[in-house]
């Protein structure tokens, strides 16, 4: 893995640590969903997208947007409603918009949505994609299924994006989806690819096919196995400790890790002392 891929994924742990923290210490309003142990997910998959791409994320999108931008600073203003914020801190934690990336917290929202820019793209900028990041509970929704329905149907250059961390909040994925994801995809005539594994090339490597395909017209849906290691937001977690699954941090062969990690987390430790130091966001004056 290259420096540049391992320090974007330590620099959104970093981050959403730090927002932990800034929990803890009621120093942050509101609610946040970390994204800690799924860095990967992201940082692997942007490498496929082009900035002319449309992302759409969800509730847990911090990490979606620092794959996409290098802009913690812009990200934690907005979700403390602080000056630099990307969205002036109206959006906060789960409704970010910038260029062509967007999030919503409601679940489901994004797919019909996405689905119909990919129809924009499909006609007035061949080529390329629309990206949807959603969870595997979010399966449970209909609005999945009439989006999948149609971008099968159309022919549409939509990348559904799953990561399965094998629980919804607090309900274990076995207690409420029935059959597979991949059965689901395969009742609509669509690709499905199981990523299991959290080395960012090799999910390059595997994914640059499909992805490819994706563009020329026809939706894929990859499902990343992946395991969310903090609560679903703050402290909620009631998993005993051997149900949350493997750090892809530990497995990792980088002389260059600890190093690399010690930067992000001062990087970020700069970054909330300049966030904090900003006066109030203006947005409400405008
Ligand atoms: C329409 C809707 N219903 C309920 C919620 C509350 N909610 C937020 S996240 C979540 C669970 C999401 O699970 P999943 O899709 O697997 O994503 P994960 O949180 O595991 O990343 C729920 C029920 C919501 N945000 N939107």
């Known amino acids: 893995m290259i420096d540049a891929d391992l320090s974007r994924m330590l620099m959104i742990r970093a981050f959403e640590r730090k927002l932990l923290d800034l929990f ?6 509101g609610t946040t969903h970390t994204c800690l142990g799924q860095e990967y997910v992201p940082v692997a998959v942007e490498g496929l997208l082009d900035p002319a791409d449309h992302v759409f994320s ?8 620092l794959a996409r931008f290098d802009d913690p600073e812009g990200l934690l ?4 409603g602080r000056e630099g914020a990307v969205c002036s801190g109206v959006g906060g934690s789960q409704h970010i918009r910038r260029d062509r990336y967007l999030s919503t917290g409601v679940q489901g929202e994004s797919l019909p949505v996405a689905a119909g820019v990919a129809l924009h793209l499909k006609r007035t900028e061949p080529g390329r994609l629309a990206c949807a990041y959603i969870g595997d509970g979010t399966f449970g929704e209909g609005s999945v299924y009439e989006a999948l329905n149609l971008a099968a149907l159309w022919r549409l250059p939509l990348l559904v994006v799953v990561e399965n961390n094998g629980i919804a909040q607090s309900t274990p994925t076995s207690a409420n989806l029935a059959g597979t994801i991949e059965g689901r995809a395969a009742a609509f005539g669509i690709t499905h690819a199981l990523v299991e594994g959290a080395d960012v090339d090799a999910i390059r490597d595997r994914l640059a096919p499909l992805t490819a395909a994706v563009r020329q017209g026809g ?3 990859v499902e990343f196995v992946t395991h969310r290691l903090g609560p679903h937001s703050k402290g909620d977690d009631t998993r005993p400790a051997h149900a949350i699954g493997v750090d892809w941090r530990d497995k990792l062969l980088s002389p260059r890790l600890e190093a690399l990690e010690a930067e992000a987390e001062a990087r970020i430790e700069a970054v909330a002392a300049d966030v904090m130091a900003r006066p109030l966001s203006r947005w409400e004056t405008r």
């Open 24 to 29: 803890g210490r009621g120093l942050l309003n």
């Open 58 to 65: 969800n509730h847990r999108g911090h990490g979606h947007y």
């Open 77 to 80: 203003a907005e979700i403390m």
């Open 219 to 221: 939706p894929a849906v």
